[in-house]
């Protein structure tokens, strides 16, 4: 009676093999990985992926930039080491490279007062002065160019209304331009320059 109730085997299903990894096991062996994996995984694929907004030629093209700053840096500073130890000559040759080749630059216009203090020493000083009457509108609040065209008005020009009117700016803005001895040690003016500020000041 016993054996007539056991149930026949089912014959349509597969034999089980030990040796074949279950849908179970694959999954309890991904939970076991320790997360720090997963994420160097993950950072690896996306640092691979990263998107970089500039282009090659854009790169380039900043490299170019830099440079170009660089060089009209260095010779607008040598151009004022050379109006400091007295050598105008050189200095105006500085200033003018920095005009010339780098005036798409903003800086270039510093470039433009040291130049026309060196055209006021070594040059023409008709053309320095025109030079820093169109600088003191393109740099307008710029003192040091303010006060050089005052001297220069008074002293060559004879417009002392113009002259007070330019140093007025220039004072209100830097008070030091009344004392000789700044524009002398520290702005190192030209000397003729010096003597025109001088005459105006003593109003002589």
């Known amino acids: 009676m016993v054996g007539a109730c056991r149930a026949p085997p089912i014959s349509h299903l597969p034999p089980w093999n030990p040796k074949t990894p279950s849908s179970l ?104 002065i025109a030079e820093m009457e169109d600088v003191s509108i393109s740099l307008k609040g710029y003192p040091e160019v303010h006060a050089a065209l005052a001297a220069a008005l008074y002293a060559d020009k004879h417009a002392p209304l113009l002259a007070e009117n330019q140093f007025t700016i220039a004072t209100l803005l830097d008070p030091h331009f009344t004392d000789l001895s700044y524009v002398r040690d520290t702005k190192h003016w030209p000397p003729s320059l010096i003597s025109s500020l001088k005459h105006f000041i003593t109003l002589s």
């Not at 010779?75 to 005009?99: M, P, T, Y």
């Open 25 to 128: 096991s694959r999954r309890v062996f991904l939970l076991s990985l320790p997360l720090s994996s997963a994420f160097l995984q993950s950072s690896s694929y996306a640092a691979s992926t990263v998107y970089d907004p500039v282009s090659p030629s854009e790169k380039d093209a900043s490299t170019l930039i830099s440079l170009r700053v660089s060089e009209a840096v260095n010779l607008l500073e040598k151009g004022k080491e050379l109006q400091a130890r007295g050598d105008f000559n050189g200095a105006l040759d500085c200033f003018s490279k920095v005009i010339e080749n780098y005036k798409d630059l903003a800086f270039s216009e510093y470039a433009r007062v040291g130049r026309a203090l060196a055209l006021y020493e070594v040059g023409d000083r008709e053309e320095a």
